[in-house]
């Protein structure tokens, strides 16, 4: 008597790299324990610390900030607002299309450029690139005006006091004490080396390794390619990316817990006053937000094949498999 033939057994479905998604939800669980666990002991460390009279001494001679040179400008005007939209969309655009990228196996459509159809890359890799020039060009308006108004004192320390400043304001976030420093006229120094970290460290090294990896790095450049090798800039390129993310949820956790209405009214309305407690409760700002915000949606939504490839076919030509 002939036996049926067993239908093989599947294992579980692994849509996440390696692991299930019950495995996923597992791990992410477990870490977000242990870093519940971390948080609560260093707050107890720090507002232990805070308490002891040395730190007190040092909490009140660097209170978090220190005072800017006399020709800084007070307020943020409302270009500045423009290039924080402009480059929050870029960016989250820049690290949408470098997922996709680097999680695709087989691309769907390549993009070659018109006078050279031998040279092809996959649309995803096209779009990455597109956007960090509209990224990197943004960047380089955001630094002219930067320098050109004044504005860069705000964001690059012009005294060593930033140093014990920054200890200071670390020292106050993780005690859950807050520093209460208004904006519209100084960042506190955590602050201040964060967006000059941001912009004069993080943003250069994405731009070069970028490069690096990219097309527009000369091939043939023998000496060039051994002193920075392909390998260094792809380890180096993704930890960027990272930091960004983390900079970005830690930033906007700040901005809405320490005065959201005032601090959104600072940013996206250009609304403020020396006064700490002027705009506590003007909703401008929020409403610019929250409309900045379903743009990005709606531009993250759109970026996908369907609307890239005719914008593609204007600068080369695509195919499709």
């Known amino acids: 008597m002939a036996s049926t033939p067993r239908t093989p057994q599947r294992g579980p479905s692994r849509v996440f790299g390696e692991l299930t998604p019950a495995q996923w939800i597992g791990s ?15 707050v107890l460390i720090a507002r232990v610390l805070v308490s002891l009279g040395p730190f007190r001494d040092f909490l009140a001679t660097y209170p978090g900030q220190y005072a800017l040179p006399e020709a800084a400008p007070v307020g943020i005007p409302a270009w500045l607002g423009w290039q924080h939209f402009l480059n929050s969309l870029f960016l989250l ?13 087989r691309p769907d459509a390549f993009w070659s450029p018109r006078g050279n159809k031998r040279r092809r890359i996959s649309l995803a890799l096209w779009f990455h690139q597109a956007i960090d020039v509209l990224w990197i060009a943004n960047g380089v308006i955001y630094i002219v005006l930067l320098f050109a108004t004044g ?11 930033v140093f014990p400043n920054a200890v200071s304001a670390a020292l106050q976030y993780v005690s859950l004490d807050w520093p209460t420093e208004n904006g519209w006229v100084n960042y506190n120094s955590l602050q201040q080396l964060s967006y000059f970290a941001i912009t004069f460290v993080a943003a250069p090294l994405a731009i070069v390794t970028g490069v690096r990896l990219s097309g527009v790095w000369p091939k043939d450049a023998a000496r060039l390619n051994r002193l920075f090798p392909a390998e260094w800039a792809r380890r180096i390129h993704f930890p960027v990316m990272l930091f960004f ?9 700040l901005v809405l817990a320490t005065g959201a209405l005032r601090n ?45 490839i005719p914008v593609a076919r204007l600068f080369g030509e695509v195919r499709q498999r």
């Open 28 to 42: 992410v669980l477990l870490l977000g324990f242990a870093a519940l666990v971390l948080a609560v002991f260093l």
């Open 93 to 105: 655009l820049v690290i949408r299309s470098g997922l996709q990228f680097r999680r695709q196996k």
């Open 151 to 161: 504005q860069w004192m705000r964001v690059v320390p012009t005294s060593w006091d």
């Open 245 to 253: 993310v983390v900079f970005i949820a830690v930033h906007v956790f």
């Open 264 to 308: 959104l009214d600072h940013m996206y309305a250009a609304r403020g006053s020396v006064d700490p407690d002027a705009f506590a409760t003007d909703p401008t700002g929020l409403l610019l937000f929250a409309a900045s915000l379903l743009v990005m949606a709606a531009t993250w939504i759109a970026a996908r094949p369907r609307l890239i």
